[in-house]
C-alpha cells in the first residue's frame, strides 16, 4: 500500500510525459484529454507541494472542488468530438454546462469547499460513465475500426470508464465509511488508487497508440 502512495505519482505523470512528445500528431478530441491529464497532473502536484511537502494546508478539498469542473469539462469537449454523427454536439455541451454550473453551486451553496465533493463527483462520474458507453456503441455501429487494439480512442474511452466507474461508488461511499470505518475507507483508498493507476496507463497507451498511428 505504502509502495502504491509513494509511486503512483509516475503513472499519473506517465501520460503527460508521452503526450508533450505526441502532442503535434494529436487530434483535437484527444488534445482535450491531453489538457485533462496535465491539469490532473497540475493538481496532484499542487495537493503534494502544499500538503506533504511544503505543509501549509491540512485540508485539500478545495483542489478537488476545482479539479472536478474543470476534469469534467475537458472530459465533456472530447466526447463532444468523438460523438459527433451519432448524438448531437448541442447535447453534450448543454449537459457540460450545465453540470459545471451545478458544481459552483454545490461547492457554494450546498457542500462546504471545505468538506468531500461527493455530490458533484458521483453526478460528474455517472454523466462520464455514459458518456464513455455512447462512444462504445458509437464504435460498435460504424464498424470502421479494423483492430480496436491499434485505435486510440479505444483505450482512452476504455480508461475514462473503468476509472470513473470506480469514481462513482468512491464519491457515494466516502462519507459513509467516513463515519463508520476509517479503516476500511482507507483500504478503499487504496483500491480506487489502483485504478487510478489503471487509468493513466491507459490514456498513456492511447498517446502512445495515437504516435504510432500517425507514424503509420
Do not use: C
Amino acid at each position: 500500500m505504502e509502495i502504491l502512495n509513494k509511486y503512483q505519482w509516475f503513472f499519473i505523470f506517465l501520460p503527460l510525459i508521452i503526450g508533450i512528445f505526441s502532442f503535434r500528431k494529436f487530434q483535437r478530441g484527444t488534445k482535450y484529454i491531453f489538457y485533462f491529464v496535465a491539469f490532473g497532473s497540475f493538481s496532484e502536484l499542487l495537493t503534494r507541494l502544499l500538503h506533504r511537502w511544503l505543509d501549509l494546508i491540512d485540508n485539500t478539498m478545495p483542489i478537488g472542488h476545482i479539479y472536478i469542473p474543470v476534469s469534467f469539462l475537458l472530459a465533456g469537449l472530447f466526447y463532444s468530438n468523438r460523438l459527433k454523427g451519432f448524438i448531437k454536439e448541442k447535447i453534450i455541451v448543454a449537459i457540460t454546462i450545465v453540470f459545471v454550473l451545478f458544481s459552483a453551486i454545490n461547492s457554494l451553496l450546498i457542500q462546504s469547499f471545505y468538506s468531500f465533493p461527493s455530490y458533484s463527483g458521483a453526478i460528474g462520474a455517472l454523466i462520464l460513465i455514459g458518456f464513455s458507453i455512447l462512444l462504445f456503441a458509437k464504435i460498435m455501429a460504424e464498424a470502421n475500426i479494423k483492430k480496436l487494439g491499434n485505435e486510440p480512442a479505444v483505450w482512452i474511452n476504455s480508461g475514462i470508464l473503468i476509472y470513473y466507474t470506480s469514481n462513482f461508488f468512491f464519491y457515494i461511499l466516502y462519507n459513509i465509511l467516513l463515519e463508520n470505518s476509517v479503516d476500511f475507507l482507507i483500504q478503499t483508498i487504496f483500491i480506487f488508487n489502483i485504478f487510478n493507476v489503471i487509468f493513466y496507463i491507459l490514456i498513456a497507451i492511447g498517446f502512445w497508440k495515437t504516435n504510432q498511428k500517425k507514424s503509420t
